[in-house]
């Protein structure tokens, strides 16, 4: 009697049956030899105890085999847990995943499904028996065995679909003849967030509870492994989008104007942009990661004003003028701020620095055009600043000059300061009048006043505006006189004149002023040369726009210096 007498078939063998089963063919072979000389009795004893045996060897084998299974299958465990988990790449764990199930099941096919963010399966990895992938019309599994195990938790398996009571009237059950069927759930923190099915559409009863049992192990196992590689394909996205959102305002804090720093609790640098390095030229070598109280120029101030933000916990704003090295003079603003977090925790300190030199150079510059025009010409040319670029245009245009009379004399007579202050008084008094009729006041010419009309804007009869200034000022030097020392009493020679000029910013980018030049600005000059303290004299060309409405006398004709004919000149004396 050889061992398969008692297991049946060759397959590995229990070492206690091997011994038992190598003992008793012994006995047996040499019974079979001397069965002549042996008693009957004992060849019946030995025949009865056959069967015995041949039980006990089955169960001996049994065990072992289950032992040796169940031992096989949690070392498959192990080693499939290990190689979930061993990588955070989410692909690569699918595919580990269901490459085990084929391993671990011998299914025809397995089919790993995610629920996604609408609630709905989602198929994600599918095998063969080959560990190929499965596409197109291969898709054919029973939705009605995955949505129940996805639904509610529990993990199903069937001997055969087709005759299991549960299943049997699924139409894809029976179209797609499905037969042994295993599914179980994936489940992450008593959550479910998936299904594992394997199924076999030729064979019956490939499944069974030990498999189910298995599968559901492994599926613990496998679930927690993909739900970290998820959490860590939203981080590594996350953490994407974090990189992109700071090089973006990486980039807008370096393309900002204003310099921009910022600071932690230790008052140490950790935000320096390209403005501010420019600003304060220092370096961001040279500032980052170190204290501003060291490296930035104005740090006594700037100390003084971050202490002040962190007592009042609130915005301030300081100006400070500085000498840098090389910059020379500039003029600064420094708005700090508390710098918080999403707790609303103080971190550091906000700096913005925006560089006011070139702002306060220009509205020094107009502050000098302010005083050179009235305000309705100035909010003018406010509006439209390209009027104040370098150039000039050709114009119609009314110039008067006004000069004081005998004023080299009278400036032999008096201390430096008191004749200044006298000049003061009397240039005011031209320059108001000029300014009070919408002129444009050009100049001041050491004891002369050029104003000039319908320059820049646009100044309807700017003949009779001229005139009236003139008039106007007489006027007020007239009544100022009287009260004014005898010997301080002075008097305007004033000259107008209507023609063709060039006015504009005549000069250079560093230096340059509001003006007319051209013939017009000549004669009117020359007018008033000729005329005596207190006169008013017109050209012919101005006469002729003011006619009707002024009082003036012919006087006799003069000739004034670069004009060869002689030339018409009036006096006015007053308004109609």
């Given at each position: ?69 169940e031992k096989e299958e949690l ?165 994407e989008q974090i990189t992109e959102m700071k ?330």
């Amino acid at each position: 009697m050889t061992r398969d007498t008692f297991i049946g078939k060759e397959q590995p063998i229990h070492p206690s049956l091997k011994t038992l089963l190598d003992s008793a063919s012994s006995i047996t072979e040499a019974l079979q030899r001397q069965r002549a000389s042996v008693p009957a009795a004992l060849l019946a004893d030995l025949d009865a105890a056959l069967p015995r045996m041949r039980e006990e060897a089955e169960r001996l084998q049994r065990e072992w085999l289950a032992q040796q299974r169940e031992k096989e299958e949690l070392g498959a465990l192990v080693q499939v847990s290990q190689a979930v988990n061993s990588t955070l790449d989410l692909a690569t764990v699918l595919n580990q995943v269901m490459d085990h199930i084929i391993q671990l099941t011998g299914a025809e096919r397995a089919f790993l499904m995610l629920i996604n963010d609408a609630g709905e399966l989602e198929f994600k990895v599918a095998r063969n028996l080959d560990r190929e992938a499965i596409a197109g019309s291969s898709f054919e599994i029973s939705r009605t065995i995955v949505n129940t195990v996805a639904r509610e938790g529990q993990p199903v398996v069937t001997t055969n679909a087709q005759a299991d009571p549960r299943f049997s009237s699924q139409e894809s059950v029976i179209g797609y003849n499905l037969r042994s069927i295993l599914c179980v759930p994936l489940r992450v923190r008593e959550k479910n967030t998936g299904v594992i099915y394997a199924d076999n559409r030729i064979r019956a009863g490939l499944f069974g509870d030990r498999d189910r049992d298995l599968l559901a192990a492994f599926a613990n196992q496998a679930a927690l492994a993909i739900e970290n590689a998820r959490l860590f394909e939203q981080v590594k996205a996350q953490l994407e989008q974090i990189t992109e959102m700071k090089a973006l305002m990486d980039n807008v804090f370096a393309s900002i104007p204003s310099g921009v720093i910022s600071t932690d609790v230790d008052d140490t640098i950790t935000l320096y942009n390209r403005a501010a390095e420019t600003i304060l030229a220092v370096p961001t070598y040279r500032a980052i990661h170190q204290s501003y109280r060291v490296v930035l120029p104005m740090k006594e101030r700037l100390r003084s004003l971050v202490e002040d933000v962190k007592r009042k916990d609130r915005p301030m704003v300081a100006y400070e003028d500085i000498k840098l090295p090389t910059r020379g003079q500039v003029n600064l603003s420094l708005s700090v701020a508390p710098l918080k977090d999403a707790e609303s925790l103080t971190m550091g300190v906000a700096i913005v620095v925006d560089d006011l030199t070139e702002k306060k150079k220009m509205e020094a510059q107009r502050e000098v055009f302010r005083r050179m025009v009235s305000p309705r010409v100035f909010e003018s040319l406010s509006d439209n600043p390209d009027q104040l670029r370098l150039g000039g245009s050709r114009r119609e245009i009314t110039v008067l000059f006004a000069d004081i009379r005998r004023f080299t004399t009278f400036a032999e007579k008096l201390a430096p300061e008191r004749l200044l202050e006298v000049l003061n008084r009397y240039l005011k008094i031209g320059a108001d009048a000029v300014l009070t009729e919408d002129g444009t006041l050009d100049k001041f010419m050491g004891d002369q006043v050029m104003g000039i009309f319908n320059a820049p804007n646009d100044l309807p009869d700017h003949t009779f505006h001229a005139v009236r200034a003139g008039l106007a000022m007489q006027a007020v030097i007239a009544a100022h006189n009287p009260n004014a020392p005898e010997d301080e009493r002075l008097s305007f020679g004033v000259g107008i004149n209507f023609g063709i000029g060039i006015i504009g910013f005549i000069g250079t980018e560093q230096k340059s002023d509001y003006t007319a030049v051209g013939d017009v600005v000549n004669y009117g000059k020359r007018l008033q040369e000729n005329a005596r303290g207190g006169q008013v004299l017109l050209s012919q060309a101005a006469y002729e726009l003011v006619k009707d409405r002024v009082v003036a006398n012919a006087l006799e004709p003069i000739q004034v210096k670069g004009r060869s004919a002689m030339e018409s000149v009036y006096e006015v004396l007053a308004i109609k």
